[in-house]
Each structure stands twice: as C-alpha cells, then as structure tokens.
C-alpha cells in the first residue's frame, strides 16, 4: 500500500484553494485540475490524521456516479488525463485520485437531500417538528424513513466553521445575491436556478437510492454540489454520493429508532463523540484501529456501490 497523501504539492500549476479534502490547481484559464488527499474532516474540522486510499476511494466513486447520473444533469468532468498536465515525477501524486474539469462558477449552497430522519435533520425534528422549514409527520423516529426524500439545503462554511441548514427561500436569495453578475444575459436567475438544483438534487438522490439499494447500501441522505457555465447550464460537480458526502447503512441492519451502522465516515464521528474534545481545531489523533476500519469501510462502500473491486493504493 502506497503512503497515504495528506496534502499534494505540484510546483508545476498554480494552487487556486486547498479545502477539506480536496486540492485545486488551475490548468490554463478554463479547466482545474482536483485533487483528493486522504485527509478526512469530522465536525468540519481537519484532523490529523490521513485515512490510507480515501482519496482513490472517493475519486472512484464520484467517477462512477457521474457515469451513471449523466443522463439527469451534465457533470464538469473534461475527459482529460490528469497525469497529462503535470510533470512526469508528480504523476504519483495524482494517479487515480485528481481529475481534469471545466472551470464553473459554483452554486453557494449545498444541495442536500435526505431519504431518512438522521442527524442535524433528526435534532431539528425533534425541536421544531419540521426540517429546513419542511414540516413533518408527528410521531418518526430517528432513522425512520421519509414518505419521499426532500430537499434541504445548506449553507457552505468555510473550513473550521459549520454548514448551517437553511430554508428554501434563503437558498434562492443567496443564489440571486452571488450569482447576479455571473447570469446576466443568460435569461435566468439565481432564484430559478436554485429550483433548477433542487429538482436535480432531488432526481439523483432518487437514481441513486435505488441503484444503492439493489446492491445492499441506504443511502440516508447525501450533499450534491452545482455550478454554473457562462451560458448559465447547471453541472454537477465536486463529489457525488460517497462515504465522505453521505450517509451509507447496509440494508441488513438497519432497524428504525437506531443510528445504523455505516460506511462511511460517521464512524469517525461516532469515536470522536466519545472523546473530550469540543469539535475546534486542532482535531484529534486517530488510533490505528480506527484509522485502518475507517478504510477498509470506505473501500467497502465502493465495492458495493460499484461492484468493482479497488487495487491496494
């Protein structure tokens, strides 16, 4: 197994933005290029610890929903090779872990769909009675299933701050305020296409959930992320539906009024809970059991999901 990748360094593009997980270089004026570490964040903190082949992991299922998705929204996915656009000895570096895409300008919200009553979701519930200002049966528990999924956006906070769920009409305001000079002459607006993402978030989360299910995994709820090009035609990007953008229970053993077992990184969350720690930075140290079943949870989602099996990485 190769050493796991915290944080890249290609001297040979420019770096635009290092994120959570992900790392930006700028390939000329009109393409990026992505590259995901395996850094994980819980709590929308950094920890310090990489999880060994999260990056590939990630990159190998985003690839194969934006395959299976594409006929429900285009994707900013270029098709060019990623180790095409550095120098011959940073290849290592990006090998089946970055991508090639198009430059868009990205939505400001997260597009979040939730099939299942858990987390913030859950304590909103359990205080208001509705999520995102979505009102709700009385009477679900945590974990019980949705009648259908909804659509309840959030905010997008910068790193070491928390995303904060908001309501629809505040989701198309923040889309008219930060894309009104991006969308002149386009004949749309932030509003209209707020709704555009919300009815795309809302058909592949539904795409999605039943390919999932078929294969053993619920998909609880999942964040998709969009941008726009200069024509104002809303892509898909980021990531799609993986253990570090959703919530994975096996089939098997879910039961309702109980958190499942995951795969994905809610079993971090879950250890990090346990400690005395108040979810600021610096971010704990991991112990290698749980560094090593955070993987091998990772690497299984992916197999299921995709039904192919992962090269050690």
């Known amino acids: 197994m190769s050493k796991p990748l915290f944080e890249s360094s290609l001297q040979s593009l420019p770096l635009v933005s290092r994120g959570k997980v992900r790392d930006i270089y700028a390939v000329e004026d009109d393409r990026l290029l992505i590259v995901t570490s395996d850094r994980l964040s819980a709590f929308d903190v950094i920890l310090p610890d990489p999880i060994p082949g999260k990056g590939t992991v990630l990159t190998a299922i985003t690839e194969f929903w934006f395959r299976k998705l594409s006929h429900i929204v285009p994707n900013h996915l270029t098709g060019i090779a990623p180790e095409s656009v550095v120098q011959a000895e940073e290849i290592p570096q990006v090998q089946g872990r970055a991508v090639v895409v198009k430059r868009l300008v990205p939505l400001p919200i997260e597009a979040v769909v939730r099939g299942y009553l858990i987390g913030s979701g859950w304590k909103e519930y359990q205080q208001t009675g509705a999520v995102c200002g979505i009102a709700l049966s009385p009477g679900l528990q945590m974990a019980s299933r949705l009648p259908g999924p909804i659509f309840t956006p959030a905010t997008k906070a910068e790193i070491g701050a928390h995303d904060e769920n908001i309501p629809l009409e505040r989701?198309?305001?923040?889309?008219?305020?930060?894309?009104?000079?991006?969308?002149?002459?386009?004949?749309?607006?932030?509003?209209?296409?707020?709704?555009?993402?919300?009815?795309?978030?809302?058909?592949?989360?539904?795409?999605?959930?039943?390919?999932?299910?078929?294969?053993?995994?619920?998909?609880?709820?999942?964040?998709?992320?969009?941008?726009?090009?200069?024509?104002?035609?809303?892509?898909?990007?980021?990531?799609?539906?993986?253990?570090?953008?959703?919530?994975?229970w096996p089939v098997a053993q879910y039961r309702e009024g109980i958190s499942p077992?995951?795969?994905?990184?809610?079993?971090?969350?879950?250890?990090?809970?346990?400690?005395?720690?108040?979810?600021?930075?610096?971010?704990?140290?991991?112990?290698?059991?749980i560094i090593e079943k955070t993987s091998a949870k990772y690497r299984e989602a992916c197999e299921r999901l995709t039904e192919a099996a992962l090269p050690d990485s």
């Open 261 to 289: 077992p995951s795969f994905d990184k809610q079993f971090v969350r879950d250890y990090l809970e346990t400690l005395d720690w108040n979810k600021q930075a610096p971010g704990p140290r991991l112990p290698a059991d």
């Open 171 to 248: 989701a198309r305001n923040l889309c008219s305020a930060v894309l009104r000079v991006h969308l002149e002459g386009t004949g749309k607006n932030g509003a209209q296409l707020c709704d555009e993402a919300c009815q795309a978030a809302l058909a592949l989360y539904t795409a999605a959930a039943a390919h999932a299910f078929e294969r053993g995994v619920i998909i609880a709820d999942t964040k998709f992320e969009f941008g726009i090009d200069a024509a104002g035609a809303l892509h898909l990007i980021d990531e799609v539906v993986t253990p570090d953008s959703s919530r994975f």
